[in-house]
């Protein structure tokens, strides 16, 4: 702590002094001896030092007076250095007897006389007016009487007025002053005296009280000792009744403790088996709602802080209590606990699905609690989604399969014949019209049997290798698309494809017909014109993503068609790749069977489907195509691999996820590197500070300690100028710039291709090979 000092005012402390002596008087008289004896020793070192300080002032003025008086200088002289500095060094050493404490103070005004009487002699030796300067001398002595020796109030004075008188005497008597001069002297001198009797009263004054003021407190300490001893001997007494009392205590406290220890071994075991449970386990007061107890899974779900608070504004977000905890719905006509209920409810605050069973339990310490258990059952719900949405994919496919061919007899003669009968009949005939929709019925009811039959034909083996891209392009240059801009002017595709795609095992006729079904729905659901957006890109899912449906960690391609359109609300979106669903108006474009299809092609390609939709503004679709590196059975020219492969060059490769660095370790040795992994950042600026190597393989995004940015600034701490590519499955960031700008090569994005990750590091090795020998981390 800082230390605080206590100000007390001197105007506040009521010491009995003799207004002229300063001595104390009265009830305080006994206060002067000690007073005195203090006063001494505090000053005793200073008056010494002043002494000195004394001896020096005279011996070096002695120099002006043989400039100035060259006439008088030897009487000047015996003054300075045969009485004045003499008297001074006998009272410098007659200071270290014992004797001298006695007569302290009327040496101090011996002081004072001999060396006013000194200059007042020196005046009158020199000629006017120089002389007078001499005078400045005389104050000099009376303030250092007053001020700088410690001389009391009453010795200083006397002193200091014999001084002025003396000095006032000689220039009446020995000088020829003139009367204004001896007045405008006398006037000042005397002034000046005063003030320095008053500087040298209120310096007393001070020392004074406070030595009064130390000797109030060293009552107050002594009182203060007193009452500590005292205390100190009622503690001794208490202590011992209290060690009598604690004897009795310690055989019921020892047995308390172990009953304690049981109880609490009990409690440890009880939330041991409620933290292994998977479920959400908490116990309410049923009057207040509040939280009493929750497991560690109930703490995960909602918060480590949920114990203490509203039952029913955590785990349901509401205001008021949930209509399912209701006293008359779990007690008994007694007021009982009753029979345990339970029921399936989705959650408004996280929107997973729980079985939730409750029911009234008796608390330790009395009163009827509440106890629910909600176990978790989204993932059975989506399984159970994903049954149903196969069954009924099933359904339509054996329908389709049993009906398809007949119902394309009949349809082929309403598509048929309608056409040879318009080549007839003339145009603006009102039959025309009449064969016309009989033909569109046709052509529509066609495409729904089409759809069946796609849906007939899925779990086919799919082997081939594409590219997606490619198949985009195909549908953006197909009669289809042509014919739906027609009937939609207004709305504008926008084309993203990225460069240098993975492939996927596919069929391209089905992929294609998938595109079509996307943007379709999204040119319709611009009746006033938009925008759509067909992209495609690689992309590396780190962790697993959760959406429209759960899309596992790995490499993908994906296709993403955005439109600016209506948008579909949550509950159209939940049902909107079951078969015949549809939101179209009766005689308006759509089977209902087009999404479905989209559903059934994406799983036959082992993909996954996550869709957001915002009404008002736009849907968006993103369909996720495992990557394959194998090539697409073309004639495209590709780069030799003489172009990229390694010399024998040591690389680490740095990467949290192993299926990714036995990737990189395969495709590396086949570029003929050495390499080494490691899974973490630590792991890396260890293996650096052992074992250096030419360059690294660095993976952005990395848990749980440091991401790859961190990591490389620590290498670099370790082996400057270290090479290094960077990996991530993220989009270009601030922190890849940043790790470049530290020195970091190329940036490769995740999934990359062998020629890819071959090129950077060509490139990046080609770069060291350039740099000076010191800037280089190979080895």
């Not at 220890?261 to 009990?266: D, I, P």
């Not at 399984?383 to 329908?399: F, N, P, S, W, Y």
């Not at 079904?517 to 040119?523: E, I, K, M, W």
């Not at 078969?579 to 009766?586: L, Q, S, V, W």
Request: hydrophobic share 40%; proline share 4%; with cysteine.
């Amino acid at each position: 702590m800082d230390k605080v000092d206590v100000a007390v005012p001197y105007s506040m402390l009521r010491a009995n002094l003799n207004p002229i002596t300063l001595a104390f008087t009265g009830t305080h008289r006994s206060l002067e001896r000690p007073f005195r004896h203090a006063y001494f020793s505090n000053s005793i070192d200073h008056v010494r030092r002043c002494k000195i300080y004394a001896i020096l002032f005279f011996s070096i003025f002695g120099i002006l007076d043989a400039y100035v008086f060259p006439e008088q200088k030897l009487q000047l002289w015996f003054i300075r250095y045969a009485v004045v500095c003499p008297i001074f060094l006998a009272g410098l050493i007659f200071s270290y007897t014992d004797v001298y404490q006695r007569l302290w103070q009327l040496i101090n005004s011996f002081y004072i006389l001999v060396t006013g009487f000194a200059y007042v002699a020196m005046v009158v030796i020199t000629p006017a007016p120089e002389s007078y300067f001499y005078g400045i001398g005389t104050i000099f002595c009376v303030f250092f009487g007053y001020t700088f020796i410690h001389a009391r109030f009453v010795t200083a004075s006397i002193s200091g007025l014999f001084v002025i008188a003396g000095y006032q005497g000689a220039m009446l008597w020995l000088m020829n002053a003139t009367g204004v001069t001896q007045l405008i002297f006398g006037a000042h001198f005397l002034g000046i005296n005063l003030l320095g009797m008053l500087i040298c009263y209120s310096i007393e004054i001070h020392h004074r009280k406070s030595f009064f003021l130390n000797y109030l407190l060293e009552k107050e300490k002594e009182k203060t000792e007193k009452i500590n001893r005292n205390l100190e001997k009622r503690v001794k007494e208490r202590t011992a009744a209290l060690q009598r009392i604690n004897r009795d205590l310690n055989k019921e406290i020892l047995e308390r403790k172990l009953a304690e220890g049981r109880v609490r071994a009990s409690h440890v075991q009880l939330a041991s088996i409620l933290d292994s449970i998977d479920a959400d386990i908490h116990v309410s007061d049923m009057e207040t709602h509040t939280i009493l107890l929750a497991n560690r899974h109930m703490k995960q779900t909602y918060g480590d802080d949920v114990i203490g608070k509203i039952c029913y504004e955590v785990i349901q977000g509401l205001d008021t209590p949930c209509h399912q905890c209701t006293k008359h719905l779990m007690l008994d006509e007694n007021g009982q606990p009753g029979e345990s209920r339970s029921w399936e409810e989705k959650s408004p605050v996280n929107g997973r699905w729980y079985i939730i069973y409750t029911r009234a339990i008796v608390w330790e310490d009395g009163h009827i609690v509440h106890l629910s258990v909600a176990t978790d059952i989204t993932a059975m719900k989506e399984m159970e989604a994903q049954l149903i949405r196969a069954q009924k994919m099933e359904a339509v496919g054996t329908l389709a399969g049993g009906v398809a061919h007949d119902l394309n007899n009949i349809l082929s003669g309403l598509v048929g014949y309608p056409e040879l009968l318009l080549m007839d009949i003339p145009e603006g005939s009102e039959m025309r019209v009449i064969v016309e929709t009989i033909k569109k019925s046709g052509e529509k009811a066609a495409a729904i049997v089409e759809d069946m039959l796609t849906l007939a034909r899925r779990g086919v083996a799919i082997t081939d290798v594409i590219e997606l891209n490619r198949v985009v392009q195909d549908y953006l240059n197909s009669p289809e698309l042509a014919k739906l801009k027609s009937f939609h002017p207004r709305v504008t595709i926008i084309m993203d494809l990225a460069p240098a795609l993975f492939n996927i095992v596919g069929s391209p006729l089905h992929l294609g017909k998938t595109i079509m079904n996307l943007v379709t729905n999204a040119a319709e659901a611009m009746p006033q014109g938009g925008e759509i957006v067909l992209s495609t890109k690689n992309c590396y899912l780190d962790r697993p993503k959760h959406g429209f449906e759960m899309v596992p960690e790995g490499e993908y391609v994906q296709l993403r068609v955005a439109d600016t359109g209506v948008g579909i609300s949550a509950r159209d979106l939940e049902r909107i790749f079951d078969p015949f669903y549809t939101r179209k108006k009766m005689g308006r474009s759509g089977t209902g069977l087009g999404m479905a299809v989209v559903w059934g092609t994406v799983k036959d390609h082992s993909g996954f489907i996550d869709t957001r939709s915002i009404e008002g503004q736009g849907t968006v679709f993103d369909l996720y195509f495992p990557i394959t590196r194998q090539d697409v059975d073309v004639g495209d020219e590709k780069l030799p691999i003489d172009r990229y492969r390694g010399a024998g060059e040591s690389v680490l490769v740095v990467d949290d996820i192993k299926e990714q660095r036995d990737l990189a370790v395969f495709m590396l040795k086949r570029l003929g590197y050495q390499v080494n992994t490691v899974d973490s950042g630590m792991q890396a600026v260890e293996f650096i500070r052992k074992t250096p190597v030419d360059i690294l393989v660095l993976d952005m995004i990395m848990t749980p300690d440091m991401d790859g940015l961190d990591t490389y600034r620590q290498i670099l701490a370790v082996s400057p100028g270290q090479k290094a590519v960077i990996a991530s499955g993220f989009s270009e960031s601030e922190r890849v710039l940043e790790a470049q700008r530290l020195g970091a090569g190329p940036y490769i994005k995740k999934p990359y291709r062998i020629e890819q990750i071959g090129m950077a590091l060509r490139e990046q090795l080609a770069a060291i090979a350039d740099d000076p020998p010191e800037s280089s981390g190979a080895t």
